[in-house]
Structures are given as C-alpha cells and as structure tokens.
C-alpha cells in the first residue's frame, strides 16, 4: 500500500502512526509546507512561553525517522488527479499514490477587505508563530491588533501580554467569545484579560485592513482607523485546500465527507482542520478546529485504511484558555431546556441540559469536573439522580461518578 498524507500537523502524523502501526511494510510518504518536524499547534503558546519543546514536538523531533516515513518538509502541493492518483508538487514533479489522505489544515483569517496584505498575520503555524516572537523580542512591536474576540483571538492576545506586547481585540460583538459563552460568562473572562493587560473593543466592527501594499491600519465600523506594529486577523479558520480547484472534490468551506471520512473521490480521505464534519451533539456540518477532532479523526481514517471498516461518530465543540492562565472551559451547546448554575465571585458554572442529559456547560474560575461533565456529556447519560451537584466544583472527584448505575428518572430540579 502506498499512502501519500498533506499535512504533518496532529492529524496527518496520527494517520501515519497508526497505518505504520497496522502495516509494517506500507509505504507512507508525508508532505509538509513546514521545514520543521511534525508539531502540535496548540503547544504554539506554551513552547514560546515557556521554551519546552517536549509539547510541541508531541511525537518526537524524530517521529519521521522512527516510523519510517518518506518525510518531505517544505514541499507544496498544487494540484491533485483523484482519477490518476497522484499530486503534483511545487517543484512540477507528480507522486503517485494508492491511497491519499488530506489532512492541510488551516489558518486564521478574517472576512473583510485587506485580510490577505502582506503583514496580516496568523498564528496557526510554526513559520508565522516564529515570526511574531521574533519581531516581538527584537522590540520591533510594542503594540498588537487582534481582529477577532473569539477563542484565537483571545489566546493569542493573552500570549503577546504575556510577552510585553500591549496587546488590543477587536470584537463586532460587545462580549467575549460570542459562540461559545453568555454575558454573564464572557464578563468574567473580560475581567481576567484586562488584569493580564489586555484592551478590549468590543462592540466595534473592524470593517478592512488598510494599506498599500502591506497593512498600516484597521478601519472600524465608525470611521476610526487604528493602527499598531503588528496585525493578526482571528475571527475564524479557513482550510488549507487550494489545491484542490478542479480535482471535482465536493467542497464547501472545508473538505465534505461521508461517514467514513472518505472525499467525494474513492481513494482520497481527509482528516483534522480541513474536514467539514458533523457535530456528534447537534447534527451540524461545519469545520471543528480544535486538536481532539482532529486525532480521533486520523484514526477513523486509519483505521479505514487498514481495512477495519470504521464510521465517525462525529466532531465535539470544546475550547479551553486554562494552559495561559484563563481558568475557563465551554463545551457543547451555550444554552438548554434546563439549566444548573452557581456562581462565586469569579466562580461561574453554568450546566446545561435537555431531558436529562447534558448538551453543554460553561466552567470560569474553578473548572473543576470539567472531564467528567464533557464524558458524561459526550455518552448522553441520563444525570438527574445527580441533582444540583452537577454545579458543584466537587462533582466527579472520583471515577465512581462514571461507574454509578442508573436508576430511572428521579424529580429533577432546575436551578433558578
């Protein structure tokens, strides 16, 4: 079997790792726009913070060797032939493949005029991420924009706080991450990025990155044009898959898929970022960037690869800021027929349900039990003999909360 993977991110290296696993003799050659070793993207902040290379580089600098893998760092591709099997380089040469699987990836971006000048930049890659710290430690940038109040754009600005950087959000909408959490939530964490030294606009719709030939400014919604030394644009993801104009791959915003993870072409699978998969609590097909989905979804390829005929149950919504010093965690739905809640200080804990099972909740400050709410959340257990502990920093202290038989339905309270 010769296997070909685009991508050397969490997803394309788990592929490789458990086809090599399944078949010892395959041949499984990797191609990577990085010059770098397979890494792990959400380490990004915590490697430049901290100088630990052990998380970003999650499988070893020397993964490639170790699994034998024809590993081919800085190499594009620009184009793919699902009927002739193979891809075409930068370079102009063509590999072959018996089976392909795209696992590209993304990068931020946002959906206004300018987003593309030179100067606007991401934080989705090792090259770019590098970049920004090197300007940053230089002393090149005091002041930074971030167009974007959700999760990224929150975890990077943290990230350039942290570095020194006067670090500035802009957000269309007056709160905090407005996909994933309430007011109430968002308030709390707003609180917690000032004291880290964040400015937040929120509120204030940036309408176009200005500049002639480069960025030099943001224009808002009002007239205002702001300007700073460093630009990043964070209001979403777009997938890497510019290859494929023409290959006939359905696509939408990301790369469609069956069950099986398997492309619109027979022999061509894709995994991680660039995948618009179904959300396993709501039935919605979007993209779900976030490290998780994109393992469990090499292994649904490689186990299909492997010929062990596997279907995917389906991507999950959750976010976490608690490695930058944010305690907060949001998963699921923001909101439900039922609702448990407590709150101390900046203690918030916020579970959402729907005939007694859990479809979301919002953890600030104390994010205790949050493993347990998300398994209990993701197996759609019935949780009403729990009764209001399920607010309780103290719920799921132990495994035995999992173990517990169900009883049937017991007088469910809802909180007020």
């Known amino acids: 079997m010769n296997v070909v993977i685009v991508g050397a991110g969490p997803a394309g290296i788990t592929v490789a790792e458990l086809v090599r696993r399944g078949a010892p003799t395959a041949s499984i050659t990797v191609l990577s726009t990085e010059p770098f070793p397979p890494y792990s993207p959400p380490a990004l902040a915590d490697h430049f913070l901290t100088g630990r290379e052990e998380p970003l580089f999650w499988k070893g600098r020397d993964v490639a060797a170790r699994l034998a893998l024809d590993f081919r760092p800085s190499t594009t591709v620009v184009s793919l032939d699902p009927a002739g099997h193979r891809v075409t380089l930068g370079d102009g040469s063509a590999l072959p493949f018996d089976q392909l699987v795209i696992a590209s990836g993304s990068r931020l971006h946002a959906p206004i005029p300018g987003w593309a000048l030179p100067g606007v930049l991401d934080f989705k890659s090792l090259t770019a991420a590098e970049a920004i710290v090197r300007r940053v430690r230089s002393g090149e940038v005091r002041r930074a924009l971030i167009v974007g109040a959700g999760f990224i754009g929150m975890e990077i600005a943290l990230l350039l706080a942290d570095l020194g950087v006067h670090a500035t959000i802009i957000g269309r909408r007056p709160w905090l991450m407005p996909r994933m959490l309430d007011t109430e939530s968002a308030g709390i964490a707003a609180r917690i990025m000032q004291s880290r030294g964040v400015e937040l606009r929120l509120g204030e719709e940036a309408t176009a990155f200005l500049g002639d030939g480069a960025v030099e400014g943001v224009a808002l919604a009002g007239g205002e044009v702001v300007t700073a030394d460093l630009y990043v644009a964070a209001t979403g993801v777009q997938p890497h898959m510019e290859f494929l104009a023409g290959s006939g791959i359905d696509t939408h915003w990301g790369i469609r898929v069956d069950a099986t993870l398997r492309t619109s072409a027979p022999d061509v699978w894709a995994a991680g970022d660039v995948v618009e998969s179904r959300d396993r609590l709501t039935g919605e097909s979007y993209v779900h960037a976030i490290f998780p989905n994109a393992v469990e979804q090499a292994r649904v ?116």
């Open 301 to 416: 390829v490689a186990d299909n690869l492997l010929g062990r005929a596997t279907r995917y149950e389906g991507a999950e919504s959750m976010n976490s800021l608690k490695h930058l010093g944010l305690p907060l965690v949001a998963a699921g739905a923001p909101e439900g027929p039922d609702e448990l809640r407590t709150r101390d200080g900046d203690n918030l804990r916020r579970v959402f349900l729907s005939e007694g099972r859990i479809v979301g909740f919002r953890l600030v400050g104390d994010i205790r039990g949050a493993g347990v709410l998300h398994q209990l959340m993701l197996r759609r257990e019935d949780v009403r003999r729990f009764h209001r502990r399920l607010a309780s920093p103290a719920f799921g202290a132990g495994t035995v909360v999992l173990m517990a038989p169900s009883p049937g339905p017991v007088g469910w309270v809802t909180a007020a």
